[in-house]
């Protein structure tokens, strides 16, 4: 059981937009801490998608965004590529345990 | 470019020990907050600790289970960060990451990712 909560598991089809919610508590996201999120190709080390809530490393196409609101934060994916098939973690901090914590993991599924 | 290198993986018995090794290039070593980052089939990621750069304390902080257990350490003359796994169980089988935490900020993210190396804990 995940500290953060998110869905195992979301379709899309090619063009579509799609939304990914990571779902935390008043020790974590809703103390104030930001979320981060990564994107991992099977097979692949986690790639670094969208950091400090809402803000895209180089190199990250402008078609992913983040958001954060109360103890809840989504990540958005527009114009939905192929490519955009892998798995999502959102990541956070813990004041309660004090640790780095993460969700289950979505896996996006590009129909 | 940054690079992070893992190796020292492999198969160990229950109580047994491991020294994990994390070889970077590309950044600078000594300011950057260290971590190591685990991924399991049934747990997915989980952190597992840290090693702040000197400059900041220097001190480290671990993930409960593996406190006490686990040391993670850093040579800053050879740009390399380890991890000692000691009274191995089980549950520690998963993929080992090495990662960067080049902002140190407020709530940690991890920048660059090795490309892990696995351990597998069975007698």
């Known amino acids: 059981q995940s500290v953060l909560t998110q869905p195992p598991s979301v379709p899309g089809a090619p063009g579509q937009r799609v939304t990914i919610s990571c779902t935390g508590s008043?020790?974590?996201?809703?103390?104030?801490?930001?979320v981060h999120w990564y994107q991992q190709v099977p097979g692949t080390a986690p790639k670094l998608l969208i950091y400090?809530?809402?803000n895209r490393p180089s190199g990250v196409p402008d078609r992913f965004s983040g958001s954060k609101s109360g103890t809840s934060a989504s990540l958005a994916i527009t114009g939905l590529q192929a490519e955009d098939e892998a798995d999502y973690y959102c990541?956070?901090?813990?004041?309660?345990?004090?640790?780095?914590?993460f969700g289950g993991g979505t896996k996006l599924t590009v129909l | 470019e940054v690079q992070l290198v893992e190796s020292g993986g492999g198969l160990v018995k229950p109580g047994g020990s491991l020294r994990l090794s994390c070889a970077t290039s590309?950044?600078?070593?000594?300011?950057?907050?260290m971590n190591w980052v685990r991924q399991t089939p049934g747990k997915g990621l989980e952190w597992v600790g840290r090693?702040?750069?000197?400059?900041?304390?220097?001190?480290?902080d671990y993930l409960a289970p593996v406190k006490g257990r686990f040391t993670i350490s850093r040579d800053d003359s050879k740009n390399t960060l380890y991890l000692q796994m000691n009274s191995l169980k089980t549950e520690d089988t998963a993929v080992y990451y090495c990662?960067?935490?080049?902002?140190?900020?407020?709530?940690?993210?991890?920048?660059?990712w090795g490309q892990g190396t696995l351990v597998t804990v069975s007698s």
């Open positions: 090693f702040k750069s000197k400059t900041d304390g220097g001190t480290t």
């Open positions: 990662t960067t935490d080049l902002k140190s900020g407020t709530t940690p993210f991890f920048d660059y």
């Open positions: 400090d809530n809402n």
């Open positions: 008043s020790s974590n996201i809703g103390a104030g801490y930001d």
């Open positions: 990541q956070s901090y813990d004041s309660s345990l004090s640790a780095v914590v």
């Open positions: 590309g950044f600078t070593f000594s300011n950057a907050w």
